[in-house]
C-alpha cells in the first residue's frame, strides 16, 4: 500500500510541474571569428631606437669575457654591433621575447628576453644558442643605456 501511495504522489508531483521559459534580456551576440593563425605574434614591444652595453661573455670554452660591446638597435630588422650592421629579429612568443642577432662574434645567435628584462633594461646571465643547431654557443650579461 505503501508504494502504491508513493506511486500516486510521485506521479501528482510530475504532472504539476512545468517548465519555466526563460528569455534573455539582451539580444544574442553576434558569432565571433575564429582565430587560426597560430605563427608568430608580432610584439608591441620593439627594441627599435634602444641601445644596450655587452659588459660580460662567457664562451663555449667557459672563459669569462669583460667587454664593452656595443648593440644598436637601429630598425625592426637591422642593428648594429660596435658600428657594423646586421640583422636581427625580435619577436614574441606565447612565454617569453626571441632576439636572433646575425653575424655576431659568437656566429648566428638566438635567446629569450622577458617582460622583466625589457622593463628594467637588464639582461643577466641569458644563454643564447646557435641558431642554427640549436647548440649552446655563450652566456650575455648586457644592460640597455
Not at 617582460?115 to 643547431?133: A, E, P, R
Request: charged content about 15%; glycine content about 6%.
Amino acid at each position: 500500500m505503501k508504494k502504491l501511495v508513493y506511486i500516486i504522489a510521485l506521479g501528482i508531483a510530475m504532472v504539476s510541474c512545468q517548465k519555466e521559459v526563460i528569455t534573455p534580456n539582451d539580444p544574442p551576440l553576434p558569432p565571433q571569428p575564429i582565430i587560426t593563425n597560430n605563427g608568430p605574434i608580432d610584439s608591441t614591444l620593439n627594441l627599435v631606437g634602444q641601445t644596450w652595453v655587452i659588459t660580460k661573455i662567457l664562451n663555449t670554452s667557459y672563459d669569462q669575457e669583460l667587454r664593452s660591446d656595443t648593440l644598436e638597435f637601429v630598425t625592426n630588422t637591422t642593428y648594429k654591433f660596435n658600428g657594423y650592421s646586421s640583422t636581427y629579429s625580435f619577436y614574441s612568443t606565447t612565454y617569453d621575447y626571441k632576439l636572433n642577432m646575425n653575424n655576431t662574434p659568437w656566429g648566428h645567435i638566438s635567446g629569450s628576453m622577458f617582460d622583466y628584462n625589457l622593463s628594467q633594461g637588464v639582461l643577466d646571465n641569458c644563454t643564447f644558442v646557435d641558431y642554427f643547431s640549436g647548440y649552446y654557443r655563450c652566456r650575455i650579461w648586457m644592460h640597455r643605456i
